[in-house]
């Protein structure tokens, strides 16, 4: 147990690392991304709008060496430059006023990104806005060779909506969003089983609806005869704290602003232990409060109860699966090892490899869990492909890795993994 903690720690310290890397480079936190100078030399020209453009707008563009380039009238600044993967371009301004700049290559899928200002750090107005590093700011797609399976198609079509639900814990209304197959609609007698699928860091419940695109995932999927059809259930992980109670993440996972609807380890301790005298949680690993312990109260006192109430649910842990990206990832690793009762599919994204002593210290882990999935970037070198046949040759578990070819901590990853998962669960 000592070990585990060690090696939790470990694991957090580094997502943590990597997280903070990510939302300074992205959107203007105290860190200051170096600037460079904007690409010019061996640069294709055919660019073209990307995909996650605004209606009508045609920047930023994206050209076939996945550049990027992005333009804005700005008369009066001084000095402007495209912020994107931890490096500042300098853009040029010509005689009406209007800057440019170009980035080197990036990798294929979704990133976050923003333009700066004399020296402010403000999103894109050609973009569409997405909830990443705890505030909505600019996205934008690099295609990728294999972008087909979370595209729109002429198939069965189901919804994604939001839910708004009142929560015994936080005492407080809370808003998921819920997934339901075409099928649900179609065959009104039928009873589902469920996937609650959770963000990482610095994300909300709008990460997996937008920037995941799990509906159309599910959607291709389940067309293809290659997933069983499921509810599919979205949560905000962070925001579960007491009234009264200190703690969280820095505000990551906070209300959606007024306006337009944007489109698109236990530290030292135990995360789910009981609660010093006096009523106050602790702050959990590295002084953060509600970690693990927080969302677990959610999801069993509210989430899943509110969910086998108002849907046609099939209500046992059979047909119950939780994963998460990143530190979603961790709680889910936290959580199902503290309930092992409770789900059959778990899914772990890009939040470290599970080893055999942790499913070992699980009593009943092994048995009651039908699949353990567990994946990350192929640049994150996570080695969970390893670590699963581990867990399969040591424990005859069902034990599955996956590494995503060619990506690092992003959502291509993440997309992929839910795609890989997706085709494994409830059968």
Known sequence: MIYYNYLMKKIILSLMALSCLTASAQFGAPRQNPTVPSVTENVVEDFKPASSNQDNKQYPMVNSQRMVRAQISAPNATAVGLDIAGKIYSMTKDENGVWTGTSEPQDEGFHYYQLNIDGASVPDPGSLYYYGASRWGSGIEIPSADQDFWQVKNVPQGSMGEVFYYSTYTQKMRRCHVYL??????????????????????????????????????????????????????????????????????????????????????????????????????????????????????????????????YRVIADSKHRAYAGLSMGGMQAREITLAN?????????????????????????????????????????????????KNIKEQLGMNAVGYESPGTAHEWHTWRRSLYEFAQLMFK
């Open 181 to 310: 197959p075409a099928e649900y609609f179609t065959n009104p007698t039928k009873k589902f089983p469920v996937l609650y699928l959770q963000h990482g860091m610095g994300e909300n419940e709008y990460g997996w609806a937008e920037q995941g695109h799990t509906a159309q995932i599910m959607d291709n999927l389940i067309a293809e005869g290659k997933a069983v059809p499921c509810i599919i259930v979205m949560d905000n992980g962070l925001n579960t704290q007491r009234p009264g109670e200190q703690g969280g993440f820095g505000g990551f996972g906070g209300p959606r602003p007024q306006g337009q609807r944007p489109q698109g380890a236990a530290g030292p301790g135990n995360f789910n232990g009981p609660r010093p005298a006096g009523g106050q949680r602790r702050g959990g690993f590295g002084g953060f409060g509600g970690f693990s312990e927080g969302f677990k109260n959610v999801l069993f006192n509210d989430i899943i109860p509110m969910v086998e109430k108002n």
């Open 340 to 388: 092992p009762d409770k789900f059959a599919y778990v899914g772990s994204f890009s939040s470290g490899a599970w080893s055999v002593d942790q499913v070992k210290e699980s009593k009943g882990f092994s048995k009651n869990v039908k699949l353990l999935f567990m994946s990350g970037g192929g640049k994150e070198n996570m080695g969970c492909v390893e670590a699963a």
